[in-house]
């Protein structure tokens, strides 16, 4: 990154307050600014950066709560004539849509971005100057956006260890309602499905439903947020995905095999197209079920065997039996690694399930 | 388990064959039959058990492809007059209903059961004998089932390694419609939108949807018969999320945010039942992301960081960032233990993210 472009990070959180750090621990010169003086002082204890703004800006960040975004830009557009804004919120076309009532200027300056940290980080743990590295970024341009303001912003992107991606506005938002926001809402419907249920049904609840409704555990109070600023998108998705459920329901009633399967095979093609590891087809691989007892050091043992077989792990996952002391452990590994695996754990005495 | 009693199993399949397994390696006497004679001979083969039915049978278990295990029930009722019967199919209610049209006899001595054996295996892989080792395996019962019949299978269940939980037949069906079937019709339902879906959007995918939907992965030939056999409780799950799916889609186009959150809220609420690691509840554990080059040994390393610092892992999940050579682990563990954690796996040099 160009060492003579300083960063203006508004907004003192644990997203911003990360930049912050992120960019200082590389030497760059950062400013920090925020409405609240005492979360100020925090976070520039924290992250090394000033808030005494005596420079020239080069870039600004806005990682302020989306409601206020928009209007952050559109003042940094004024302050800050020469500089390069973007934002961090993770849904940008009604931001994009309120900049554009509110008149702002240096439409060619401002850059939409979103950095896809995996999983929604509470306030509670504190800012980490790694916490985009390896992480998807989408830099997300506007039909006026000029290229050399997306350079900036990519630069500073791939400075904080993040890989960005490019996008349109429309497009970044069409995707996340598909990817990120529509199975959100349908793992907590499903999820809220179980609070009136008997306790003789949750009981038999296995490993299947527990990944389907696993991110339904996510934060209310942010989720409203993001669900509330693409709602358009996302309504859209959940109609569709109603009536697929429905017709589903339809072909049970009507005992049309062929149809149940058709949507089956229809839902496995649509997994494997989910990027796999580093790109790699989901399709090439195989698991393995090994029983563990469930004490310190197990996994560490098992760990350590697959190493010396030379096997890497593309997956593992503890499947916990309710009320058994011994835990089975899932290994996915690629495909053609299998059948020297199970042999070199049956050689150290793990018990290998299936 | 009784010394005394004889089992036969029906149908030399991946389950026939591995109960078959099972309870010979624990010096136990058992027959195998299948109609297909090939597969009878490999089945006895690896399982120790016998083809040649020459003693009193206690036990016969019907191991066979679902269309089929009521007409087999009926048969073996009266081919073996002293014989409890059970049987393996995963879903209850409409063998029973069959049963009632073919007037069978012997209904105090017919237990329905239904191993749980965590992922559908598919047959590729081979007999196990301890595939039900910790596993669930549901008892179920009708009104006219014996509770000597119930003691008789619960033996049998035990002597294989898995753990008894008794159910009515209408508790069973509608438990797992409720926490199996339905959740595989949604994840198919919500991967299958993503078939059309550009590449564009389907790259930004992350390990929320990936979780959501990955059983959507199961077999479809083998699951349109689970659905189908199940289908009124199926459909009328189904037509119920439709519906809250749909709500959400209301509350969203009116900008009803309190409702939003309301039914965000009821999907963690939901979630916190699911049984957690022994019983444990699901909100007394913290996670924390390290980053892991990816070579064979490092997951090894990290694990016997942990076993060092004497901390169990409730679970473990491997996040591969889309081309990136690195990867992210999350792991799960007591809250309480997280601040251990931290320093003892930042002392062993691993970068500690979140």
Redesign the interface.
């Known amino acids: 990154m160009n060492q003579d472009k300083n960063i203006l990070v508004i907004g003192a959180g644990l997203i911003g307050t990360s930049i912050a750090l992120g960019l200082t621990s590389h030497g760059r010169k950062v400013f920090l600014s925020d409405i609240d003086s005492g979360a100020l002082d925090d976070a520039v204890k924290v992250s090394g950066a000033s808030k005494h703004i005596d420079q020239e800006i080069s870039i600004v960040v806005v990682a302020t709560p989306p409601a206020s975004v928009a209007k952050i830009i559109a003042a940094a557009a004024i302050d800050h004539p020469q500089a390069v804004i973007t934002d961090v919120a993770s849904v940008k076309g009604s931001i994009f849509r309120e900049l554009e009532l509110l008149g702002t200027s240096g439409w060619d300056r401002i850059v939409g971005g979103h950095p ?4 929604e ?1 509470s306030g509670a ?1 504190g800012a ?1 100057g ?2 985009f ?4 970024w ?1 830099i997300a341009r506007s039909s006026k956006t000029s290229p050399e303001a997306i350079a900036t912003v990519k630069e500073m992107v791939e400075a904080l260890g993040a ?1 960005p ?1 490019f ?1 349109t506005i429309e ?2 938002d ?3 309602a ?3 926001h ?14 009136d ?2 306790s ?19 934060d ?2 942010l ?2 947020e993001i ?2 600023e693409n ?1 358009e998108y ?2 859209q ?10 017709d ?2 339809s072909a ?2 009507s ?1 049309d ?1 062929d149809s ?2 058709e ?17 790699a087809s ?1 399709q090439s691989t195989a ?1 393995l ?1 090994v ?1 563990l007892d ?4 197990e ?2 043992r ?3 065997a ?2 010396k077989a ?19 452990v ?1 290994l996915t590994v690629a495909q053609s690694t299998i059948e020297i695996l199970r042999p070199a754990l049956q050689n150290e005495d793990f ?1 290998v ?2």
Do not use: C
């Open positions: 896809m940290a995996g999983r980080v743990i980490q790694n916490l590295l390896d992480r998807p989408v890989f991606l996008r497009e970044h069409r995707a996340v598909l990817i990120s529509t199975p959100q809402v349908v793992a907590s419907v499903l999820a809220g499905e179980l609070v249920a008997e003789s049904y949750v009981e038999l609840a296995g490993q299947g439903i527990r990944d389907t409704i696993r991110i339904a555990g996510s209310s109070r989720w409203t669900l509330s709602s996302i309504s998705q959940l109609t569709q995905v109603a009536k697929h459920l429905l589903f329901a049970l009633d005992g095999r149940v399967t949507r089956l095979v229809k839902g496995s093609q649509g997994r494997d197209r989910l990027p796999g590891k580093h790109g989901q698991t079920v029983r469930d004490k310190p050091g996994l560490a098992l760990f350590a697959a190493a030379q096997i890497n792990l593309e997956d593992v996952r503890i499947d916990h039996s309710l009320g058994q002391p011994t835990g089975l899932e018990v399930i299936s």
